[in-house]
């Protein structure tokens, strides 16, 4: 919705008010969909933690102890990286979800402006 400053002004203060609120609604939501598009950086450092975690918390014991005792580290060897493969990859399709829901809202929003500007 395109309207002027000429009609702004001709807007009671109480209209002006309303309406800027919308705008600055409007534009948070922009921001947050543009945010989440974007995605967070962070969780890079999330996805190479963890797999190192597992390695030397779990891993590295197993083998020491299973040495010399049983087949029950070995099993543990193979279970821990794949259940920790399973839930980064699942973590990543929610994440690329997320930003996909995002970049579908914005595209949808751009649309509906278009139209109302048309």
Not at 17 to 35: F, G, M, N, P, Y
Not at 58 to 75: D, E, R
Not at 99 to 109: F, I, K, S
Request: net charge neutral; with cysteine.
């Amino acid at each position: 919705m395109n309207i002027t400053k000429d009609q702004i002004q001709q807007l009671s203060p109480e209209q002006q008010e309303t309406l800027a609120s919308v705008e600055i609604q409007h534009a948070k939501i922009r921001e947050r969909l543009l945010k989440q598009a974007m995605g967070h950086s962070g969780m890079a450092r999330f996805q190479v933690l963890v797999p190192a975690l597992v390695m030397v918390f779990v891993l590295v014991p197993a083998f020491v102890i299973g040495q010399k005792y049983s087949a029950f580290p070995i099993i543990l060897s193979i279970m821990c990286p794949a259940m920790t493969l399973w839930l980064l990859i699942s973590y990543d399709i929610a994440r690329i979800n997320g930003r996909l829901d995002a970049l579908v809202e914005l595209l949808e929003a751009d649309r509906k402006k278009d139209d109302h500007d048309a």
